[in-house]
């Protein structure tokens, strides 16, 4: 599973007084717990006013590459801003994200070209997230199609099928793994990912439905998600859904990661 690490975001009332208050401590202190947890790339996202938002990023990746070795994953819903910090960046990591909306796949695509980056794509356009299957897996050939233009193949892309919450469509995770299904008969090998909170969105005991759709998603065939790392349980249902499907030879993945703390609680 690559895990893409979601907790330094603007969106956060924390992280948000912390990018206010050029608080770089704190912001290290979020990229090395996640980076100690596992995460494979660690997401920046300012989620601050427009006119601030570029600095305010370019602020974020200063700290975080200072602090972590790990790849940056860049977030910004304006493809603009991307695109201002991009050159910033340390090493080749994720762009978060093109999708069907806009200008975005004109602008970014093109600084993928000749180098190793990777990208989140969105299976929405201008009308929005479509409610049906073949719509999405039609936005997704769209994308894929674009980025062949600059060179860039599917081991490159990161499909989120932008999972919709199960409180307002109860079809949602059949349709999930429905789409997970036609885009990888489509390719093989490109990336299925997903925030690993949509799914509960309106729901009590969220953690306990993030989990279990964690472990029907990873079934399914997805291999990446946005997500908190240093949540042990959630770590712990990815590592154990591993195991049980023959993917962790003898369990040796689970049982390190048990050891160095990353999963569970300890029995009594």
């Not at 719509?135 to 674009?146: H, L, N, P, R, S």
């Not at 990873?218 to 712990?236: E, F, K, L, Y």
Request: with cysteine.
């Amino acid at each position: 599973m690559i895990i893409i690490g979601e907790k330094i975001n603007g969106a956060t009332p924390a992280v948000r007084a912390a990018i206010e208050k050029r608080d770089a401590k704190f912001i290290a202190e979020q990229a090395i717990k996640q980076e100690h947890a596992g995460a494979d790339f660690i997401d920046v996202c300012a989620g601050t006013t427009p006119e601030l938002e570029t600095e305010a990023l370019k602020w974020l990746m200063a700290v975080v590459q200072d602090a972590t070795e790990t790849p940056l994953c860049i977030d910004s819903h304006n493809p603009r801003v991307i695109e201002a910090v991009f050159k910033y960046a340390h090493k080749p990591g994720l762009i978060n994200s093109i999708s069907g909306e806009g200008d975005k796949c004109e602008v970014l695509l093109p600084l993928m070209e000749g180098n190793s980056w990777e990208v989140i794509g969105l299976t929405c356009d201008n009308k929005g997230i479509p409610g049906d299957v073949q719509t999405k897996v039609d936005i997704a050939k769209i994308m894929v199609d674009k980025a062949a233009k600059f060179g860039i193949t599917t081991e490159r892309i990161h499909i989120d099928p932008c999972v919709l919450a199960l409180s307002t469509d109860n079809d949602s995770l059949l349709n999930f793994i429905n789409e997970i299904e036609q885009i990888r008969a489509l390719y093989p090998t490109i990336h299925i990912t997903s925030g690993s909170s949509n799914i509960s969105f309106g729901l009590p005991a969220r953690s306990l439905m993030n989990q279990t759709f964690m472990a029907l998603a990873i079934q399914a065939g997805m291999d990446s998600a946005v997500m908190d790392p240093t949540n042990r349980d959630m770590m712990g249902t990815i590592f154990a859904t591993y195991a049980l499907l023959g993917k962790d030879k003898y369990c040796r993945a689970y049982s390190k990661a048990y050891r160095q703390g990353k999963i569970g609680i300890a029995e009594k």
